[in-house]
């Protein structure tokens, strides 16, 4: 099945699995826990859970060039539908805003006009990289896949979107 | 250096090399002037003039070779005392030259490495080929020869210079500068090999060594086991000047750098340990398992005690700083002071002094820069950058003179078996520890990294010092050994040195990356942190993210508020930043007087291209300039949970290069754009209707001097951007909105609301006309404001449009 795809060995599997149950409560399934009605899904069950956590899989030594390639892609296309969160398949501007304002939403002095300045800027950016010289009147719809995987050339992906499965310790759920 | 022609560098070079050459003649004159004795004063005492650079044979411990001065003008008659009866002319001109010796020599061989450095940057063609400390070297060598030509000794490395003097300043920037992420990410690893690969190549070496010095024929077998061993360790260290120097020119990326550099840090607690330990051992007659032992904890002792010294030093430091508000100008001297105590502190007790002054400068770093002045830090920064050039020059300079003043004691067998045994011992070394380390690293160590890791693993003037050090009584054999030591680093300098560009070249190894980071990587990886946080908290895992997050949350909980002074412990640095960059770019306009080329490749994108509804009228905004990404950067950089950072890449000597001296050019076209925008769009700004103004009026208004609008409280559905710019709580949000304001002038609103044009109001401080620019940060945000409001300020009564009313909404 799917699980053989994602390459993630037994052992993991049964890491996920304990923690799943953690986490869950012994539920079969993971309730959405945000406070607003985001998202797309109420709930998810394991093998959701675990095909989320095949994406942040190390990258292994032995893997040939298009493997690797393809490893990169479905990250990305992770990352890219964490943006894009209506799902119609590109970030626009308002998403973009969105994700910017949450990031910095640490930080209480700063003020919204900036977070919305900042994320104009990336976008105007990411529409230069992307299209280059635009015309006054051409709109840039939003940032596409192919246009996010442009962006993300320069930077290695593979090596920062990964969590080490080796010993996951089952702790205490203190939330 | 672009040299228009290849000839031009070479002849500009010419009277350096005069100069040069003129000095190094100068060197010998004096020498022998100074040794013409004088009968009338030999009783002075010996140890007047410490012989600090002085040659001397290793011998005379307390050399004080000429101490005699040379005087023109006769003095009395010492064999008569009582009656001096001769009268001198008075000594219109005379010479001294003992009285300045001391200091003159020192100051002409530093003269000398300066102008060396100089020379090969006007000649860019062999520095391409030849790194610069081989250079370096062979000018050494050159100076050496000369002056043994002339007949004068000429001075060797004294350990206790090179340590005291000529080292620190160089740890000492490489500590404060230190790449603190890439460093902890890869501590782990920078550990194994410092410890487990210095003590493997010291006992493999020191054993292959002393198998060889079995064998019979070679005259070596009075050489014990115990030698060989220290021997072993003096050679084994990776120096962090020679890995400096050389890997500095070859840009390879951070990963590597950092591997190397850490590790020729981190190595020197195990180099004290083990030379000392084999130092006392050679003289037991048995090593009992006790020694061992003891020699085992001394490590732990050496290390840690060495880092240890180095934090109190460093809080102390960091301390200090917070009450220097009113004497900045001896801001820098406390780090420098501070960091050299924290490493004579740590020599004091036989710690491990590099490590002591790597944890103080790291510790010290970031609280002391929040507390001093823009131009302490950059005083700072300049010093250390200057004193470790000019060290490292001296140390490689003096590798060359003392290679050529040396007695050297030349035994092939030992020579060239030390040498084949280092290489092996290094491969071998980083081979095996790269296959345990890769089992618990995520980003595995490839073939090619671990060759580059081999490769650079280079020796320099530790080496050389530590074997100089040696006593004669203990060990007969140490001109073999320095003799050695000397071949060892130079061919690792000179072979390994000069090939390694072309090796990583052909290796394809992947290069610092040199393109600036956009802003969408930024957020991007930032975002992915987060992301990544998360997960890892799914998981249940505590990885690197949560110990980090812990320290985080303790530094900023307690040590911030000891450390930094006043309210900056809660400010972010962002302000300072967006303060000084405005003070600078003001500055930099109202120099050059708004005259600026067109960049060739800008990019057209501009608002209007990603969010078009919102514009009422079409216009051509500027993208952003490069100053401005920077700004964003800092915001995004600063103000995000901090859970990974990207590895930076990291060059000792070009310092970080200042945003906006780059974009120069670009910000000013934008400026100047934005000054022409600015009219434009004052004209086509909606003004609140109730404000009864004729249009003409209200143009004026804006444009010249701006008073406080209120808003419109009902005015229900129009956007309204409110500036406060006095504002103390958000003045980077001003700065960046300004910033914007100036060059687009034009937000879209908000999704929420209806889109009818932008209303902008400005609350400034109504004082215009202040053009003291330059007021030293003392009220900050005024004087920013003011500022801006001169740079943008199209004048007191802006030239009107062309019969072009105001368009009331975006009808």
Request: proline residues 6%; charged residues 20%; hydrophobic residues 40%.
């Amino acid at each position: 099945e799917g699980l053989a795809k994602s390459g993630i060995t037994l052992e993991q599997i049964e890491h996920l699995h304990r923690r799943f149950k953690q986490i869950s409560g012994d539920q079969p399934t993971l309730r959405n826990l945000r406070q607003a009605p985001d998202g797309l899904a109420d709930e998810i069950n394991f093998e959701d859970f675990l095909t989320i956590m095949s994406y942040f899989r190390p990258v292994e030594m032995n893997m040939d060039e298009e493997q690797l390639d393809h490893f990169r892609k479905e990250k990305l296309k992770f990352l890219f539908h964490m943006y894009d969160s209506d799902n119609d398949g590109k970030i626009t501007l308002q998403e973009y805003r969105k994700v910017v304002e949450e990031l910095l939403s640490r930080n209480p002095h700063l003020e919204k006009e900036s977070a919305r300045s900042i994320a104009d800027g990336a976008m105007m950016e990411a529409a230069s990289i992307c299209v280059g010289q635009m015309e006054p009147d051409q709109v840039y719809e939003g940032i596409t896949f192919e246009d996010f995987l442009k962006m993300w050339q320069g930077i290695d992906i593979d090596t920062k979107m990964h969590v080490r499965f080796l010993n996951m310790e089952p702790i205490a759920h203190c939330h | 250096m672009q040299a228009k022609g290849s000839r031009a560098p070479s002849l500009r070079a010419l009277p350096f090399l005069f100069i040069v050459a003129a000095l190094l003649g100068l060197l010998p004159l004096l020498h022998s002037h100074g040794l013409q004795p004088n009968p009338m004063l030999a009783s002075e005492p010996p140890h007047h003039y410490p012989a600090v650079i002085s040659g001397s044979e290793p011998g005379d411990v307390t050399a004080a070779p000429h101490d005699v001065s040379q005087e023109i003008r006769p003095l009395p008659n010492r064999t008569s005392p009582g009656h001096v009866k001769y009268r001198k002319a008075f000594p219109v001109l005379g010479i001294d030259y003992t009285h300045v010796r001391i200091p003159f020599e020192i100051s002409l061989w530093i003269l000398l490495a300066c102008l060396m450095k100089l020379g090969f940057h006007v000649i860019p063609s062999v520095s391409n080929i030849v790194p610069e400390s081989c250079l370096l070297i062979v000018v050494g060598l050159l100076v050496g020869g000369l002056i043994k030509g002339v007949g004068e000794s000429p001075p060797i490395l004294k350990s206790d210079i090179f340590f005291l003097f000529l080292l620190p300043p160089i740890i000492l920037d490489a500590g404060y500068f230190l790449p603190l992420r890439q460093f902890t990410e890869n501590l782990g690893t920078i550990l194994i090999f410092a410890v487990v690969g210095t003590l493997w190549n010291a006992f493999f070496l020191g054993g292959l060594m002393y198998a060889v010095c079995q064998i019979s024929g070679t005259g070596l077998s009075h050489i014990g086991l115990l030698a060989n061993l220290l021997f072993g360790s003096i050679i084994s260290a990776v120096d962090p000047v020679a890995v400096l120097a050389v890997f500095e020119e070859i840009h390879i990326n951070e990963l590597l750098h950092i591997l190397v550099f850490g590790e020729s840090l981190l190595n020197d607690a195990v180099t004290v340990v083990l030379y000392h330990l084999f130092e006392e051992f050679a003289n037991f007659e048995q090593v009992t398992v006790t020694d061992i032992i003891l020699g085992f904890l001394s490590f732990f002792v050496v290390s840690l005690g060495g880092v240890f010294v180095g934090v109190i030093y460093g809080v102390i430091a960091a301390f200090t700083s917070r009450f220097t508000s009113h004497i900045r100008v001896i801001e820098p001297l406390f780090v420098f002071l501070y960091s050299y105590m924290a490493y004579l502190s740590a020599e004091l007790f036989h710690l491990s002094g590099i490590m002591a002054l790597i944890a103080s400068g790291v510790v010290m770093r970031p609280y002391v820069e929040a507390n001093i002045s823009h131009k302490s830090h950059t005083t700072i920064k300049y010093f250390l950058k200057m004193w470790s050039s000019v060290s490292e020059t001296l140390i490689f300079i003096f590798l060359g003179v003392s290679t050529v003043a040396g007695k050297h004691y030349w035994n092939w067998t030992f020579i060239i078996s030390t040498l084949i045994f280092c290489l092996i011992a290094r491969v071998l070394g980083v081979l095996g520890l790269t296959w345990f380390i890769n089992k618990f690293r995520i980003v595995k160590l490839t073939p090619k990294d671990q060759f580059i890791i081999a490769y650079g693993g280079l020796r320099g003037a530790i080496a050389f010092s530590l074997g100089y050090l040696l006593d004669y009584q203990h060990f007969g054999m140490r001109d073999m050994f320095l003799t050695a030591i000397i071949t060892v680093i130079f061919f690792t300098v000179f072979v390994q040195g000069m090939t390694i560009r072309p090796l990583v070249d052909l290796l394809a190894v992947k290069k610092k990356q040199e393109t600036k980071r956009s802003i969408n990587e930024e957020i991007h990886t930032q975002f992915l942190d987060h992301l990544l946080t998360g997960i890892e908290d799914i998981c249940g895992h505590y990885g690197h993210h949560h110990w980090k997050d812990k320290l985080n949350r303790f530094n900023k909980k307690y040590v911030k508020k000891c450390l930094i002074a006043g309210e900056r412990s809660k400010e972010p640095q962002l302000i300072a930043f967006y303060h000084k960059m405005e003070m600078k770019q003001a500055i930099e306009l109202v120099e050059s007087g708004g005259l600026g080329k067109i960049p060739s490749a800008i990019s057209t994108v501009s608002m209007q291209n990603i969010n078009p509804r919102a514009l009422p009228v079409k216009r051509i905004l500027p993208a952003l300039s490069k100053d401005k990404e920077e700004e964003i950067r800092k915001i995004l950089r600063n103000n995000l949970q901090k859970t990974r950072q990207r590895l930076r890449s990291y060059n000792r000597h070009t310092l970080v290069a200042d945003p906006y001296e780059e974009a120069w050019n670009q910000m000013l076209l934008r400026r100047q754009k934005a000054r022409q925008l600015e009219q434009k769009i004052n004209n086509y700004l909606t003004v609140p209707a109730h404000k009864l103004d004729s249009p003409t009026m209200s143009r004026a208004r804006i444009g010249s001097d701006p008073q406080a609008y209120e808003p419109k409280s009902d005015s229900g559905n129009l956007p309204i951007i409110t500036i406060d710019p006095a504002s103390p709580q958000s003045p980077e949000s001003v700065d960046l909105v300004n910033e914007e304001l100036k060059g687009t002038s034009c937000l879209p609103p908000s999704p929420e609301e209806d889109e009818e044009g932008l209303v902008m109001h400005m609350m400034e401080p109504s004082s215009p006309g202040t053009d003291n620019v330059f007021t030293p940060g003392a009220s900050d945000s005024p004087s920013n404001q003011r500022m801006m409001r001169c740079l943008s300020d199209p004048g007191p009564q802006p030239e009107p449009e062309e019969g072009e009313p105001f368009i009331p909404k975006g009808k």
